[in-house]
């Protein structure tokens, strides 16, 4: 396992990450299994980048933003942030590390608390993180948020009830910018919105990068046509696992694994004439569990080019084309 400190330009790496939750039962809380919910998993995040995160519902994706976030403990690999590894941080000496990373909510609405205004939930983490030394500065930050994100600031006093859902999702976005991250997750943030909604708050974080310079994203979602917009690469996921990492140009031109031509072929097509002549390639069966994932390539049982190599031997992530990696022993 490679340990060495990331170069400068990179704000995150992730090196062979490996999440499990025990399955316990009756009063003296017996083990008597392990959900794999991530499973050696290595990633890079740079800066001024934004990574997409795809993959269906349960395949991990939010358990490795929890885990960077150092939420989760990792039972096994590394995390480095801007050069440091916080694998194994105690709460106190996470603190400082924490206030250079946010994370932006997928309910806009159970993000937000009920009972507090828009000014005191965007200016909380400037309060916990002890960096106004007057009320006059934390006012001025929290109406220059306001702005940032799009909201007048004579709507700090409004309780989030009295926001639409995309200005909700603002206010979760201004939030997350208030301590001057380097990395912010986005745990699908616009899939709670409606279409309009969501381009709008996709141009709002494009621009954000764009003039706040270095901000990097991972950009997580189960909806290929939204990442595609908003990446530079993207990392498909599945169950635990990264089956392919690539720009997103050569993602969505030349899928190489089986799952992404699977995800892809599923996305709708505005073209009433190309989307009912289309063959779509729709796979068989059904997720297997994390409890008890199948031998060699976990994708085995439903590929529709297995090969028998495929039901023993497990592929590992490898470079098939400059950029493009895959992890499928046919790729």
Same mark, same amino acid.
Request: neutral net charge; hydrophobic residues 35%; proline residues 7%.
């Given at each position: 396992? @490679?340990?060495?400190?990331?170069?400068?330009?990179?704000?995150?790496?992730?090196?062979?990450?490996?999440? +499990?939750?025990?399955? !316990?039962?009756?009063?003296?809380?017996?083990?008597?299994?392990?959900?794999?919910?991530?499973?050696?998993? @290595? $990633?890079?995040?740079?800066?001024?980048?934004?990574? /997409?995160?795809?993959?269906?519902?349960?395949? /991990?994706?939010? !358990?490795?933003?929890?885990?960077?976030?150092?939420?989760?403990?990792?039972?096994?690999?590394?995390?480095?942030?801007?050069?440091?590894?916080?694998?194994? $941080?105690?709460?106190?000496?996470?603190?400082?590390?924490?206030?250079?990373?946010?994370?932006?909510?997928?309910?806009?609405?159970?993000?937000?608390?009920?009972?507090?205004?828009?000014?005191?939930?965007?200016?909380?983490?400037?309060?916990?993180?002890?960096?106004?030394?007057?009320?006059?500065?934390?006012?001025?930050?929290?109406?220059?948020?306001?702005?940032?994100?799009?909201?007048?600031?004579?709507?700090?006093?409004?309780?989030?009830?009295?926001?639409? /859902?995309?200005?909700?999702?603002?206010?979760?976005?201004?939030?997350?910018?208030? &301590?001057?991250?380097?990395?912010?997750?986005?745990?699908?943030?616009?899939?709670?919105?409606?279409?309009?909604?969501? *381009?709008?708050?996709? @141009?709002?974080?494009?621009?954000?990068?764009?003039?706040?310079?270095?901000?990097?994203?991972?950009?997580?979602? +189960?909806?290929?046509?939204?990442?595609? +917009?908003?990446?530079?690469?993207?990392?498909?996921?599945?169950?635990?696992?990264?089956?392919?990492? !690539?720009?997103?140009?050569?993602?969505?031109?030349?899928?190489?694994?089986?799952?992404?031509?699977?995800?892809? *072929?599923?996305?709708?097509?505005?073209?009433?004439?190309?989307?009912?002549?289309?063959?779509?390639?729709?796979?068989?069966?059904?997720?297997?569990?994390?409890?008890?994932?199948?031998?060699?390539?976990?994708?085995?049982?439903?590929?529709? &080019?297995?090969?028998?190599?495929?039901?023993?031997?497990?592929?590992?992530?490898?470079?098939? *084309?400059?950029? +493009?990696?895959?992890?499928?022993?046919?790729?």
């Amino acid at each position: 396992m @490679n340990t060495q400190s990331p170069d400068q330009e990179e704000v995150l790496r992730l090196v062979d990450l490996a999440v +499990h939750f025990p399955i !316990t039962r009756g009063v003296w809380r017996r083990k008597v299994g392990t959900v794999k919910a991530v499973d050696g998993v @290595n $990633l890079t995040v740079r800066r001024g980048e934004t990574l /997409g995160l795809v993959g269906e519902s349960g395949c /991990g994706k939010t !358990t490795i933003s929890r885990t960077i976030i150092r939420l989760y403990k990792p039972n096994a690999g590394r995390v480095w942030f801007e050069g440091q590894d916080i694998s194994g $941080l105690g709460e106190r000496a996470l603190r400082p590390v924490r206030r250079r990373m946010s994370l932006i909510f997928q309910d806009p609405s159970g993000s937000l608390d009920p009972r507090k205004s828009a000014g005191s939930i965007v200016g909380e983490p400037l309060k916990i993180h002890g960096l106004i030394d007057s009320r006059r500065s934390y006012n001025d930050r929290v109406e220059q948020l306001f702005r940032l994100v799009g909201l007048d600031p004579s709507m700090i006093d409004r309780v989030p009830h009295e926001f639409s /859902g995309g200005q909700r999702q603002r206010i979760g976005v201004a939030r997350a910018l208030a &301590c001057d991250p380097s990395l912010i997750i986005c745990d699908e943030p616009v899939s709670a919105l409606d279409v309009s909604m969501q *381009a709008q708050i996709m @141009n709002l974080l494009q621009d954000l990068q764009e003039g706040l310079g270095g901000l990097a994203y991972i950009f997580i979602a +189960h909806d290929l046509s939204v990442v595609r +917009h908003v990446s530079d690469r993207v990392a498909v996921m599945y169950l635990g696992r990264i089956v392919e990492l !690539t720009e997103s140009r050569l993602l969505y031109s030349s899928p190489r694994h089986p799952y992404t031509k699977a995800l892809l *072929a599923a996305v709708p097509i505005p073209d009433p004439f190309v989307e009912e002549t289309r063959a779509y390639a729709v796979l068989e069966g059904e997720i297997p569990s994390p409890l008890n994932p199948p031998e060699g390539c976990t994708f085995h049982p439903r590929c529709p &080019c297995c090969d028998p190599a495929c039901k023993w031997q497990v592929p590992q992530l490898r470079e098939v *084309a400059e950029g +493009h990696n895959v992890s499928c022993l046919l790729a």
